[in-house]
């Protein structure tokens, strides 16, 4: 084996075994997602046993910092779904990802046009988006990568590994692609809408 053939095992080798730890390491941060995004009752009962004022406003940016933060952390990972040569020729991936990644980025979406911590039903739209995410991300990695020996499954972990089950996956990942991509030019008009407008009343001379 020449050297140029050791550097492109080495590169090709390391690049699949990056993406399949993102694809495992997921499962965790959308754990730890919702988890932070259904604590928000315990934080805010905590909120009132606190005489400080300047305690309890650090302590809810804190949250929301980390909240938020670790949301955008997992679209920003879930990326790698959209990439054609990935997920549909590489060593196979959740075949719902991208699905998961859109409906993130749906959720997400609201956030960024409605006040979810304030309005009850953005609340309850950004909590059923999440809930629907993780199942569409961890149920095909559990059951379909993390199974893929488990004979008594059957033809189950085939079914939710993209690059075995092309004929699903090839149609879920162009569709999601595009309706990603609609979302993102409807977000960007709609802010190119309200540039320069006032987001409130105008403060009293």
Same mark, same amino acid.
């Given at each position: ?10 590169t090709t080798g390391a690049s699949a ?81 991208? @699905?998961? $990644?859109?409906? #993130? =980025? ?5 956030? +960024?046009? /409605?006040?979810?911590?304030?309005? %009850? &039903? !953005?609340?309850r739209l950004v909590s059923i988006l ?51 991509? @609609?979302? $993102?030019?409807? #977000? =960007? ?5 309200? +540039?320069? /407008?006032?987001?409130?009343?105008? %403060? &009293? !001379?």
């Amino acid at each position: 084996m020449s050297g140029d053939d050791l550097a492109t095992a080495l590169t090709t080798g390391a690049s699949a075994w990056l993406v399949l730890s993102l694809a495992a390491v997921l499962p965790i941060l959308w754990a730890f997602s919702l988890a932070l995004h259904f604590g928000r009752p315990y934080i805010l009962r905590f909120l009132r046993t606190l005489t400080l004022r300047f305690g309890g406003d650090v302590w809810w940016l804190s949250y929301v910092l980390l909240r938020d933060g670790l949301l955008f952390v997992t679209l920003g990972l879930s990326m790698i779904f959209f990439m054609p040569n990935l997920y549909l020729t590489g060593e196979g991936l959740p075949i719902t990802a991208p @699905l998961a $990644a859109l409906v #993130l =980025f749906w959720a997400l979406a609201v956030k +960024l046009v /409605r006040d979810a911590d304030e309005d %009850p &039903a !953005a609340f309850r739209l950004v909590s059923i988006l999440l809930v629907v995410a993780s199942v569409l991300y961890i149920v095909p990695q559990v059951y379909g990568m993390e199974a893929a020996d488990q004979a008594y499954l059957g033809d189950l972990p085939k079914a939710l590994v993209s690059v075995t089950n092309m004929t699903v996956a090839r149609p879920l990942f162009w569709g999601s692609l595009g309706l990603f991509a @609609l979302t $993102a030019a409807a #977000l =960007f008009g709609r802010f190119l809408l309200r +540039l320069g /407008r006032s987001e409130g009343p105008a %403060p &009293a !001379a």
